[in-house]
């Protein structure tokens, strides 16, 4: 075990531990809800990373510890200016400034990116 928290921008082949992340923080909290979970495959969720890694106005940011995803942070474009930003972090990793961490790295890439608007999504 490498005990080392890593940071970086999601990949296709993140998909199968994206899906397992997801369907952890479904269940420890009402306010997350993935309704579409019990649909998506592997496959489908290796496209849709995909596409947002070759975006220029989406992102995915994950934190890795422990080769698993513990947190994620989403930048989703509504146009090509505006986009929703939405933080899940794994309850077990609560309180580790992960979600702060998470927040900075995809704020950094919005400088780089033609968006103008973010919004938070609480």
């Known amino acids: 075990m490498s005990e080392e928290l890593t940071l970086r921008e999601s990949i296709p082949n993140d998909a199968s531990k994206l899906i397992k992340f997801l369907k952890k923080v479904s269940q420890q909290s009402d306010f997350i809800i993935f309704e579409d979970l019990k ?13 947002i890694y070759q975006s220029k106005v989406d992102e995915l940011m994950v934190a890795i510890f422990d080769e698993d995803i513990i947190g994620y942070c989403r930048i989703e474009a509504k146009d090509d200016e505006q986009a929703e930003l939405g933080i899940v972090v794994d ?26 608007k973010i919004f938070l999504e609480v």
């Open 91 to 116: 309850k077990d990793f609560w309180n580790n400034g992960i979600g702060s961490y998470l927040i900075e790295d995809i704020l950094d890439w919005v400088k780089s990116s033609p968006l103008k």
């Open 39 to 51: 649909d998506l495959t592997v496959d489908n969720e290796r496209e849709s990373l995909d596409a």
